[in-house]
């Protein structure tokens, strides 16, 4: 199986800071590394999928980059409401895996 | 308006089955691979199982294989877990989630909103 290994685990950011989380794949997948944003008590929603491709509605605050192995999820100006755990998933061979999560916080 | 509805979590003791379901609604259900993700209590997210559109190929996390079986009816824009032999470390929240492909990879589109599986004696 494919490990996917996110860092940091948590971060604390101030309103307006650029936040870049980051995440490793164990062996190539490509572009196939999609990112999630989980609020508390909700369900998961795509933000990025193909590594940089941004989905319909999500802000444009949110970009994401890379290929291979490693991967960049940036948040260029960190909002109140961007408060979240983010997740990567690749998406390139079953089983599909996760990341451990990074739980983004503001000071 | 993509909606998906998961039903039929609850309290089962060890050893025991429950059935789930995901209802359907906004989209061509029988053009899509469908997922189920749980997320364990405080816990990050696992891919559990997904099917193909015409039910025709199957694929499971390793930890349930022989366990949980997915299923679906396009006809009711539904999807299945059926769970079997369930144990304590399966109690988490499931998600159904409507995969899209990309290129030779996909991504979770969208997501239900969950149901709880606690697994307890």
């Known amino acids: 199986d494919i490990q996917m290994t996110q860092s940091p685990s948590s971060l604390s950011a101030s309103v307006g800071d650029r936040v870049t989380v980051t995440c490793r794949a164990s062996?190539?997948?490509?572009?196939?590394l999609n990112w999630y944003q989980q609020k508390p008590g909700k369900a998961p929603k795509l933000l990025i999928y193909?590594?940089?491709s941004l989905r319909g509605g999500v802000s444009s605050r949110f970009s994401g980059s890379g290929s291979g192995t490693d991967f960049t999820l940036t948040i260029s100006s960190l909002q109140p409401e961007d408060v979240a755990t983010y997740y990567c998933?690749?998406?390139?061979?079953?089983?599909?895996?996760f990341g451990q999560g990074t739980k983004v916080e503001v000071k | 308006e993509v909606q998906l509805v998961e039903s039929g979590g609850g309290l089962v003791q060890p050893g025991g089955s429950l059935r789930l379901s995901c209802a359907a609604s906004?989209?061509?259900?029988?053009?899509?691979?469908m997922t189920w993700v749980r997320q364990a209590p405080g816990k990050g997210l696992e891919w559990v199982a997904m099917?193909?559109?015409?039910?025709?190929?199957?694929y499971y996390v390793d930890s349930v294989k022989g366990r949980f079986t997915i299923s679906r009816d396009n006809a009711m824009n539904s999807l299945y877990l059926q769970m079997n032999s369930l144990r304590v470390e399966d109690t988490a929240v499931y998600f159904c989630?409507?995969?899209?492909?990309?290129?030779?990879?996909?991504?979770?589109?969208?997501w239900g909103q969950g149901t709880l599986v606690t697994v307890s004696s």
């Open positions: 062996q190539s997948i490509s572009i196939y």
């Open positions: 998933q690749q998406g390139y061979t079953t089983p599909w895996t």
């Open positions: 906004g989209f061509t259900f029988r053009n899509y691979w």
């Open positions: 193909g590594a940089s």
């Open positions: 989630a409507r995969s899209q492909d990309y290129g030779s990879g996909g991504y979770l589109a969208d």
């Open positions: 099917i193909r559109q015409d039910g025709s190929e199957k």
